[in-house]
């Protein structure tokens, strides 16, 4: 019994054999590198397949951020009703009916100028057609030079405006965007009466299943200080984009322009999205005063104005009223507008700051990442 076990001892203590001369063991570099090649290479499939799955996954991880973010506004209010003895689920059902009915009507209210806007639209492309004859006509004279040197002066027109016709135009595509814009607000309205009902219940069970008391008191930390930086935030924006809104339609009336509540709607919400929101909005308005007034000059004023309105709120009133706490990198802000705008369009553009927010609040809460938190700064 004990020869077995004394062969097996001097084996295990015995040197080991050299590799054979053929054969060549890799260095420790080379070992080395190629684990950072394969780390690279998993790194990158992840962020693949993230991107995937964030663009696959749209319709349901869309109105879930939305809904998720929104929470951190009516939170609070369902909070204090907490405290007044009514359970979650009801102020939850109140809060998601009060919401509903400020949508509904507003979407009422604006319904017909809207309409009006989209039925004319053919007419008022007509009318900027003659408006700015000057320019078209420069612009077909370089378009008919070019036609002419690429062999492309034979074009028929009349055939490509037909395709256009059949197309169904842009109320059939305002109609199609609107079709999916209404699926998206009811999920995200019913993800909100969910979240606002039992999302504190769902986040105590997921602390509670953290095993390590470090690991449970980091996640409460983060969480609280997530939900208090980002309500304050969005607070604070909502009812500065508000009063952005109501400046606007008031300055708008009184230069005379017609269905300024509409263009102050539209100003409010635009101005969610940095860099991007203004300058659809001073197009926009740029567009429709050449419409309203007689002369060039005159329609310039109205984008003018707007543009004033939108850069003492960009430059003087959001900083103070945001603080340094919250400020973050203007090119790490743009990117990310861009990015959001092309995975989930222009409701993604809109929740570009608060995701920005939420990551930074997180990774200045764990210590390994706060390198990275510096960076959004």
């Known amino acids: 019994m004990t020869e077995p076990l004394e062969q097996a001892e001097l084996q295990r ?11 060549k063991t890799p260095p420790d570099g080379q070992h080395t590198d190629r684990l950072r090649r394969l780390y690279y290479v998993v790194v990158g499939l992840f962020v693949l397949a993230l991107l995937g799955a964030l663009h696959f996954g749209q319709p349901v991880l869309l109105p879930l951020a939305t809904a998720f973010l929104l929470s951190f506004i009516f939170r609070p209010v369902t909070r204090r009703l ?20 400020v949508l ?33 006509q420069s612009m077909e004279e370089v378009k008919e030079a070019t036609a002419q040197v690429e ?22 595509l305002l109609l199609s965007n609107a079709r999916e814009a209404t699926v998206g607000v009811f999920t995200a309205v019913i993800m909100l009466f969910f979240i606002l009902g039992w999302g504190d219940r769902l986040f105590r069970n997921i602390v509670a ?27 604070t924006i ?7 809104g109501a400046v606007v339609a008031g300055v708008l009336y009184l230069m005379g322009m017609p269905n300024p509540a509409l263009w102050g709607v539209a100003a409010g919400l635009l101005n969610f999205i940095p860099y991007l929101g203004p300058a659809v909005m001073a197009a926009i308005l740029s567009l429709a005063a050449i419409l309203s007034y007689p002369s060039l000059g005159e329609a310039l004023m109205v984008p003018l104005a707007f543009l004033l309105i939108t850069s003492i ?36 553009a809109l929740l570009t700051v608060p995701i920005l927010v939420c990551a930074k609040v997180a990774l200045e809460r764990i210590s390994a990442a706060k390198p990275l938190a510096q960076i959004l700064d």
């Not at 203590?13 to 001369?21: D, G, L, V």
């Not at 008022?124 to 003659?130: V, W």
């Open 238 to 244: 909502t009812i500065i984009n508000l009063l952005l």
């Open 209 to 235: 299943s953290l095993t390590d008391f470090h690991a449970q008191r980091q996640a409460v930390e983060i969480g609280q200080e997530i939900e208090k930086s980002v309500s304050a935030y969005l607070v």
């Open 13 to 23: 203590n015995a040197p080991r054999k050299a590799a054979p001369a053929g054969e």
């Open 104 to 136: 509904g009507f507003g979407a009422y209210s604006l319904a017909g100028p809207a309409s009006e806007w989209i039925r004319d639209a053919p007419r008022a492309l007509l009318q900027l057609q003659y408006k700015l004859a000057d320019v078209r």
């Open 82 to 101: 907490h405290r007044w003895h009514i359970p979650y689920p009801l102020s939850a059902l109140f809060m998601v009916t009060l919401v509903t009915a």
């Open 151 to 172: 062999g492309l002066g034979d074009v028929d027109k009349s055939k490509q405006t037909e395709v256009v016709a059949k197309d169904g135009g842009l109320q059939k």
């Open 313 to 348: 709120e960009g430059y003087l009133v959001t900083p103070l009223a945001v603080g340094r706490r919250l400020t973050l990198n203007p090119l790490v802000i743009f990117v990310s507008v861009v990015f959001w705008f092309w995975l989930w369009g222009i409701v993604g």
